[in-house]
């Protein structure tokens, strides 16, 4: 019998829980899930996590012919933070700094930033070399993007 | 001395930027314009050294200097396979302290370093015109800024040391009267080759007109496979009113195991009239931790034309870095050099040097 009052509020609890693990989920998706994306023409549908090291730190300049524009995003975040510890084993930070040096080293020219996941889509739907990477969320229903690679949450 | 106040506010301001700071950047209709700055002040203790007076090798007094050695600021243009790049220097905007030589040159005045055209036809294979220090070895086209990447005093292979009478070691190679350049790079998973072939007009007078000088030939291939790479070095030059044509060789080899790093070249420049033929050499092991890295260092110079060198100097090296923020580096070493030879003065063959550095990036 005293179990029942604890019954009648266990479905308020359960529902707390379930929001709560939830909004965790999601929280983890958006911060650990990232899609490498590029234009549809670039002539490649899979890179692997070593070709996408040397773009980003600008070995591999070319791709099928085409001139390669790798972005990043100017104010860091989550996805950037995922991205390049799983890609070059860095955060944002020290792989701008890295970059920086890397300027005076041969010349190399360092990925471009830009603002956000919406400028990244946009840029890479329109000039056939860009590549970029987002949260996989992001990419819910955009067809004008081609997948190349997922990185799975760390 | 003087202005040193407000360069040291500014690099104290620089260990504070946010860690997003980064270089200047924009891009408007398909053309991107950054500009990136170098900028390193050093301190230099050096005991009484050896200096040639005519024929004679005399003692020179200690040396305590606080320099700005380099600003830097390359401003690059880029425009899909069009690269612009424009490197300009101003070296020794103050220097304070004793300096037999007199004050270094430059006195902040600014200079063109470099300036170059590349068009990129594809990772293999890329064409570069203009002004610009030709890769030989692992330093010589980013002689200025080595102390990014290495010690701050530079390799004997690269340059004797600090305060001397210019001798020995390689200056800035491909001169400043027009270079061509084909460059690239083969990749396959887990290993790439890069290369380079060019040549150079020569120097010119300060009218313009070719001093018929200089003349370069020069290549260079680099193998990198897992965590090594060696590489070699080819430039050759005639220098009409000097040693007539120089051959300069050079091996270069590095090797990461982890968080240590081992790293020697060797050079030999061989001249016509074998007077001015050099051998240097030098190895170095150094062990990163975090920001903080060690080095220990070896190297060896001898150089016929010139006697202090020409029965061989010896240099260990000791040294730690540490990195503030990714933009400011912190650096300070210990160098130990011991001339052979009869004509160096006994009081001067063995020869103690302290160098800091403050070095600042963006």
Request: charge should be negative; charged fraction near 15%.
């Amino acid at each position: 019998m005293r179990a029942f009052p604890h019954r009648s509020r266990a479905p308020w609890r359960a529902g707390l829980l379930a929001a709560a693990l939830l909004l965790l989920w999601a929280g983890k998706a958006r911060a650990g899930e990232i899609v490498v994306v590029a234009n549809p023409a670039l002539p490649v549908d899979h890179l692997t996590l070593a070709e996408v090291k040397s773009i980003y730190v600008g070995e591999m300049t070319f791709l099928g012919g085409v001139k390669l524009d790798p972005l990043d995003y100017s104010h860091g975040g989550p996805a950037a933070e995922a991205f390049f510890a799983a890609v070059v084993g860095m955060d944002p930070p020290h792989f701008h700094g890295w970059w920086v040096k890397q300027v005076f080293h041969g010349g190399g020219i360092p990925p471009l930033m830009v603002d956000d996941v919406a400028e990244v889509l946009r840029m890479v739907a329109a000039e056939p070399g860009a590549i970029g990477f987002v949260p996989a969320e992001s990419l819910a229903g955009v067809t004008t993007v081609k997948r190349l690679l997922s990185l799975p949450a760390p | 001395m003087r202005r040193t106040g407000p360069l040291a506010i500014a690099i104290g301001l620089a260990c504070l930027l946010p860690a997003t700071a980064g270089a200047v950047t924009l891009d408007a209709h398909g053309t991107r314009l950054s500009i990136n700055g170098y900028l390193d002040v050093q301190y230099t203790y050096m005991d009484p050294m050896p200096m040639r007076m005519g024929a004679a090798i005399v003692p020179m007094d200690a040396v305590s200097t606080l320099d700005q050695d380099h600003l830097n600021l390359i401003v690059q243009t880029v425009r899909d396979r069009t690269v612009v790049n424009i490197n300009l220097e101003s070296r020794h905007a103050f220097s304070g302290g004793v300096d037999a030589n007199g004050s270094p040159a430059g006195h902040g005045q600014w200079s063109v370093l470099e300036a170059w055209g590349e068009y990129q036809v594809s990772d293999r294979f890329q064409v570069r015109g203009g002004q610009f220090l030709a890769p030989f070895g692992i330093y010589n086209h980013m002689r200025y800024a080595i102390a990014l990447f290495a010690p701050v005093v530079l390799p004997t292979i690269y340059a004797p040391p600090a305060n001397y009478i210019a001798s020995g070691g390689i200056d800035h190679l491909v001169p400043d009267n027009g270079n061509v350049m084909l460059h690239g790079v083969a990749m396959r998973p887990g290993a790439r080759a890069e290369y380079a072939l060019y040549t150079g007009a020569g120097h010119a007078r300060g009218d313009g007109t070719d001093k018929n000088d200089a003349k370069t030939v020069g290549a260079q291939l680099n193998l990198f496979a897992g965590p090594g790479m060696a590489g070699v070095s080819v430039y050759w030059a005639n220098d009409a009113d000097a040693f007539g044509d120089r051959l300069h060789l050079a091996g270069s080899v590095e090797a990461d195991a982890g968080p240590v790093n081992l790293q020697a070249e060797v050079l030999s420049i061989r001249t016509s009239t074998d007077a001015a033929d050099v051998l240097s050499y030098y190895v170095r092991l150094s062990y990163e931790a975090g920001p903080d890295t060690v080095f220990a260092g070896y190297d060896v110079l001898e150089d016929r034309s010139n006697p202090i060198y020409r029965d061989g100097m010896t240099r260990w090296s000791v040294g730690v870095g540490h990195d503030v923020t990714p933009w400011v580096l912190l650096k300070a070493e210990y160098h130990y050099h011991v001339y052979d030879g009869a004509a160096i003065p006994d009081a001067v063959d063995h020869v103690h040097m302290v160098r800091a550095a403050a070095i600042m990036v963006f």
